[in-house]
Each structure stands twice: as structure tokens, then as C-alpha cells.
């Protein structure tokens, strides 16, 4: 019975990991417009304002969640690059100072300011979709051809404007390039340490990446190399461990001499015969 029990549940984890993140951001959408249009032909506004409540309790509580989930293993990631630290000093296969990777250091500002402006399209599009036909489009009703909308067609008009302002966003998104994985990992832009070393445990980062109240310092290997961009003067390197910070799981490490980067990570982590020759 127990068995069958665990059989089930693994079931059910297989398949919700199957799930798509567009998917599943569509699908919750779908349901809060739901419950929102239910409430609002109700016309109960406390309900409103307690399901308002209850919505903004959820995002928070589930912020706290990953937050209390993540800082233990940023906490372990300090101790071990520590310890690499301690037994790999005088074992440094590579390493760039913030001198180094200063010159190169401008296309990384320019990528994260790119990405700002992403950020900000993808926020505002959806947002004056919902505001111009849920608030805009009333008002234009009402004052300019004295139409007073009925609380079931303000229902409908709110469905139709929240099912537009996501579809929105989706088509903006997928426009952009920006995955709903990062988004919701926090990993759009890849993390480029401007002082790094390497060692055979894996690439230190001096100074620290610095998060609230800890600091993460080392990409364990193995790994596998995803990219190299010779003119822009970057490698880029997935960490195959499994305790791994989100944050650091993809790294950019900017240097003048790619090919010796190259040839040092070689040793250490996987790099697919197109890449180690483009």
C-alpha cells in the first residue's frame, strides 16, 4: 500500500514538473481572473478586498518561502569555496584580476541595461492593455456616449481585458527573449564575476557575488562549457552540480585570452567540439 502511495505521488511530481512555465503561468492567470469575475458578480466588495488580500498574502509568503529555501544553500556554497580556497591556494589553473576584465566589462553593463529596458516594456504593455479596456474604455462609454456598462458587462469587459493584458505579456516576453524560467528564478542576466580564479574544484569569485546577508563564491565543477564569444571576450559555464544557487548556476567569465580560458576549462568540463572551434 505504502508503495503504491509513493508510486503516486512520484506520478503526480513527474507531471507537474512537465509542465511548461508559460503553461503554468497561463493557467494560473486563468484561474485568479476567474475567481476575480466570480467575485465580481457578486458584488460582495469586502470579498474583493479579502481576496485581494489573501492574493497579495500568497506572493508574499511564497517569496519568504524561496528566500528561507535558498540562503542555506548560499551559506554552504560560502563554506565550500572557503575550503577550496584553503586547499587549492597554491593550485590556481587561471585567474583575472578586475583590472583584467575591466575593458571588457562595458558589454556586460550594456547587456544588463538592454535588459532593463526588457523589463520595463514587459511590465508596462500588459499594464496599459488591462488599464485601456477595463478603466479607459468604460470611462470613454460612459462621459462621451452616456453608455452605463451593467456589473455583468464590466464582468465580461474585465475577463476579456485581464485575458488580453496576459496574452500580452506572453507575446512580449516571447518577443524579448525572456524565458518565464529565468523570470521566475531571478536568472535573467548571467552573473560575470570581475575577479575570478580557477582551480580544479571549480571557478572562485574574488570579491563575492553578495546577496542579502551571505555571500556566494564558487561555481563547482564539473561543468560544461554553453558558449564562447572570442570577440566579445567571454565563456560561458554551467555548473553540473546539483546543490548549486539558481543565481550561479550560469556564469560569464570575461578574459582577453578565450582560448587559454578555453584550453584550462577543458580539463574540467564538458566543451562540444563546435564550441572549442568557433
Known amino acids: 500500500m ?63 518561502y524561496r528566500t528561507s529555501k535558498t540562503i542555506p544553500v548560499f ?13 587549492y591556494k597554491d593550485k590556481v589553473l587561471f585567474r583575472q584580476t578586475a583590472k583584467d576584465t575591466q575593458p571588457f566589462m562595458a558589454d556586460y553593463e ?35 456616449f452616456h453608455i452605463v456598462l451593467s456589473r455583468l458587462q464590466i464582468t465580461e469587459l474585465y475577463v476579456a481585458s485581464a485575458l488580453a493584458s496576459v496574452g500580452a505579456s506572453l507575446l512580449v516576453r516571447r518577443r524579448l527573449g525572456l524565458s518565464a524560467a529565468s523570470l521566475s528564478s531571478g536568472t535573467q542576466i548571467v552573473y560575470a564575476p570581475r575577479a575570478y580564479y580557477i582551480t580544479p574544484k571549480g571557478v572562485i569569485f574574488d570579491p563575492p557575488m553578495r546577496v542579502p546577508n551571505v555571500e556566494v563564491s564558487v561555481l563547482k565543477f564539473p561543468a560544461r562549457v554553453k558558449r564562447v564569444e572570442r570577440e566579445r571576450k567571454f565563456i ?3 555548473s553540473l552540480a546539483d546543490d548549486v544557487p539558481a543565481q550561479i548556476k550560469l556564469v560569464r567569465l570575461y578574459t582577453k585570452d578565450v582560448d587559454r580560458l578555453l584550453s584550462v576549462l577543458k580539463s574540467h568540463a564538458e566543451v562540444e567540439e563546435q564550441l572549442a572551434t568557433a
Not at 520595463?120 to 479607459?136: C, D, K, R
Open 110 to 144: 550594456m547587456e544588463r541595461l538592454q535588459l532593463s529596458k526588457k523589463m520595463l516594456i514587459l511590465m508596462m504593455v500588459p499594464f496599459v492593455v488591462l488599464i485601456a479596456l477595463y478603466i479607459a474604455l468604460p470611462a470613454v462609454l460612459r462621459f462621451a
Open 236 to 238: 560561458e559555464l554551467e
Open 2 to 64: 505504502k508503495a503504491i502511495k509513493g508510486f503516486k505521488r512520484l506520478h503526480k511530481k513527474s507531471i507537474s514538473m512537465r509542465i511548461p512555465p508559460d503553461l503554468k503561468q497561463v493557467l494560473l492567470s486563468v484561474a485568479s481572473i476567474s475567481v476575480f469575475a466570480i467575485l465580481l458578480i457578486l458584488g460582495k466588495t469586502f470579498l474583493i478586498w479579502i481576496y485581494i488580500g489573501l492574493t497579495f498574502a500568497v506572493i508574499f509568503g511564497y517569496s519568504i
Open 75 to 87: 551559506k554552504e556554497n560560502g563554506k565550500e569555496a572557503a575550503q577550496i580556497k584553503k586547499d
